[in-house]
């Protein structure tokens, strides 16, 4: 009778300890999946401004056959160290050049060619394509190329000169500096005889 009592009192303790080790199991994949949980990456800054999106990123349109999708926007005060890191790493013309120059905007971008010709920006063709605007009244921004001359066409690090084949595509990075405060975002895509616009932050309903 003893024997038995001590065998079902064995097994009830190994029981126990399964569970145990189970719940703890159980809790070390729960804390695993917490630790593995990524914080979705930041597309923009438009807060930081005061501005509020009227469209999520990425966000794409086409003109004639060219396709702009825009990744991902930030805003920048040129004398910021994030600003000042941009542009020595890129090397463009020094700032003492863009007296007027408030603020550094840092924009990733895919285009590509649906067309049957080549699509360029280059001495061939300085049509810009499209343009990026942070205001509605004289918000034009400027576009930063390097002052490399060696800079590469086709950079995927900082778009300058370009030429996209048909049904290429490019994943790359562009820089503009504003001369005032942005108070809206939107790019205008000019292909052909199409223009088409993309609002990002549209606070008056212009582009509705």
């Given amino acids: 009778m003893n024997k038995m009592i001590l ?14 080790l189970g719940g703890i199991t159980q809790k070390n ?3 695993a999946a917490a630790a593995t949980t990524k914080t979705p990456a930041m597309t ?18 086409n003109a004639d056959g060219l396709s702009y999708t825009l990744h991902k926007v930030m805003i920048y005060d040129v004398n910021s160290k994030d600003a000042q890191t941009i542009w020595k790493t890129y090397k463009f013309l020094p700032l003492s050049l863009y007296s007027k120059a408030k603020y550094l905007i840092w924009t990733k971008i895919t285009i590509t060619n649906n067309t049957t010709q080549t699509i360029r ?5 300085l049509s810009q394509k499209w343009r990026v605007s942070v205001d509605t009244i004289n918000g034009d921004t400027t576009l ?39 108070r809206h975002f939107f790019v205008s895509l000019m292909y052909k005889n199409t223009l088409k616009n993309l609002y990002l932050v549209d606070p008056d309903g212009v582009g509705k």
């Avoid at 065998?7 to 569970?19: D, F, N, P, W």
């Avoid at 002052?147 to 370009?162: I, T, V």
């Fill in 7 to 20: 065998k079902v009192s064995v097994a009830a303790m190994l029981v126990g300890q399964l569970l145990t």
């Fill in 29 to 31: 994949h729960v804390v």
């Fill in 44 to 61: 923009d800054n438009f807060f930081k401004y005061g501005m509020e999106k009227t469209q999520d990123l990425p966000a794409t349109i």
């Fill in 121 to 125: 920006r280059d001495m061939k063709d």
């Fill in 144 to 182: 930063l190329t390097s002052g490399d001359p060696y800079y590469p066409y086709n950079s995927k690090e900082s778009l300058g000169d370009f030429i996209l084949k048909p049904n290429e595509s490019l994943i790359t990075y562009e820089a503009y500096y504003a001369k005032v405060k942005p």
